[in-house]
């Protein structure tokens, strides 16, 4: 299970950071990926990284301002958000990839998130 925390609301430039726990074992064993979806948008893919932290990628959209992040002592998956802007504003989904790398492609992942709302307000 993934269990996807810390939205809210804030003012664009401003800064939050989401969490998204796993239960189980296997975390560490697992690529992760952030998502997001728009009202009215498909589910489009946010950063990766990979089962042990030392890759990571970015959409160009957010590179440079996202860090994603993973401590597989905690089971748990971050991403850092920066310079907020109020298109970042959508429901931010994790997943669990199905192998230990990352992709863009959401088929590739086998568990997601329940999704934590994230608003920036202009």
Known sequence: ?????????????????????????????YGMGWFRQAPGKEREFVAGISWNGRRTYYTDSVDGRFTVSRDNAENTVYLQMNSLKPEDTAVYYCARSKSNWYFQNPTEYAYWGQGTQVTVSS
């Open 1 to 29: 299970q993934l269990q996807a925390s810390g939205g809210g609301l804030v003012q664009a430039g401003g800064s939050l950071r989401i969490s998204c726990a796993a239960s189980g074992r296997t975390f560490s064993s």
